[in-house]
């Protein structure tokens, strides 16, 4: 299956990436091949950033599985991009521990101070706001995960501008 293709656009799966789906199918046995479907996803999402329906039914196409099973995953999961997303994806929980702790608030606030809404990518490209269900930091509350791997917690106005100011910066500090 090395030839697998994404129709969109110019992008493929790579040799290489198909050759890392075959080291995740090793890992488990013959006939449970689907067990390596996050695998999969994850590897698709390093390659090209997000993933598509047309990397699903690549990926469900190897794995031996429908294509609506692989799209179930990834859209019940939110560390699967299903589209681009800017350089910075800011994950808000909206559940009800950080909404009774000023999360609306938080909110409202980076949506006006990004100038876009929850889904959307700011024009310049860094910032994505997307909502979180739980981020299992309900002490904390309101918090944010900052590119799946970075959590902001007790997120008042002040500490959400000097966040998104510091992230600005740092962007083009690397651009220079």
């Not at 031996?64 to 990834?74: F, S």
Request: charged content about 20%; hydrophobic content about 40%; some cysteine.
């Amino acid at each position: 299956m090395s030839n697998a293709h994404i129709p969109e656009g110019n992008a493929t799966i790579s040799a290489a990436t198909i050759e890392r789906f075959a080291r995740e199918v090793a890992k488990y046995p013959a006939d449970q091949a689907q067990s390596a479907v996050m695998a999969c996803l994850a590897i698709v999402q390093q390659e090209l950033g997000h993933v598509s329906l047309a990397s699903e039914k690549v990926i469900a196409d190897y794995l031996g599985m429908a294509p609506i099973a692989v799209h179930e995953v990834t859209t019940f999961y939110n560390m699967y991009n299903q589209h681009p997303t800017g350089r910075f994806k800011l994950n808000v929980c909206t559940n009800l521990p950080c909404q009774l702790r000023d999360g609306v608030t938080a909110l409202v606030h980076l949506e006006k101070k990004l100038g876009i809404r929850m889904g959307e990518t700011t024009a310049d490209g860094l910032f994505t706001l997307q909502q979180s269900e739980c981020l299992g930091a309900c002490a904390d509350s309101p918090v944010m995960l900052v590119n799946d791997r970075t959590m902001c917690s007790f997120m008042s106005n002040e500490k959400l501008d000097q966040l998104i100011d510091g992230l600005r910066a740092s962007s083009t500090e690397g651009a220079k």
